[in-house]
């Protein structure tokens, strides 16, 4: 999708001057993958494109917001994980002793995130290579 970017400076509050309009990048593989859905539901874009524009935008707005909720149950089954874990927790705390206290969750969630990514990554790549040589 494409996101807002603004090609003004930015006023002395932070926030781009009102008269300014956001400019869009474009990503061609995002759109050539929209075409092809569109294409390939032409009913579900016929619904789309007769949607109002006030329903158009709570929509978008709506699957930010779900989008969000995933994020939040993600990261509070992340924390209840490590939490359950007193060697884990033990761990984490230390990794993060010197942060401020309202960093230290967030901080934690992020590192176990990148971990588990990281042993995700490994663990296919030790699987695709059992598989190549018939393991």
């Given at each position: 999708m494409s996101k807002p970017k603004t090609s003004?400076?930015?006023?002395?509050g932070g926030n781009a001057a009102p008269t300014d309009q956001p400019t869009f990048?474009?990503?061609?593989?995002?759109d050539a993958?929209?075409?092809a859905y569109i294409k390939d539901n032409p009913?579900?874009?016929?619904y789309v494109q007769a949607m109002p524009r006030e329903r158009m935008e709570r929509t978008?707005?709506?699957?930010?917001?779900?989008e969000l909720d995933r994020q939040q149950r993600m990261r509070e089954g992340l924390m209840k994980r490590i939490n359950s874990n007193p060697a884990l927790k033990n761990a984490y705390e230390t990794l993060v002793?010197?942060?401020p206290d309202d960093q230290k969750e967030g901080v934690i969630a992020q590192i176990a995130r990148s971990t588990r990514r990281a042993v995700a990554r490994t663990q296919g790549q030790v699987q695709t290579k059992g598989e190549a040589v018939g393991v």
């Open positions: 003004a400076p930015p006023s002395a990048r474009t990503n061609p593989e995002v993958k929209i075409d009913k579900y874009w016929a978008v707005v709506l699957n930010e917001v779900r002793k010197d942060l």
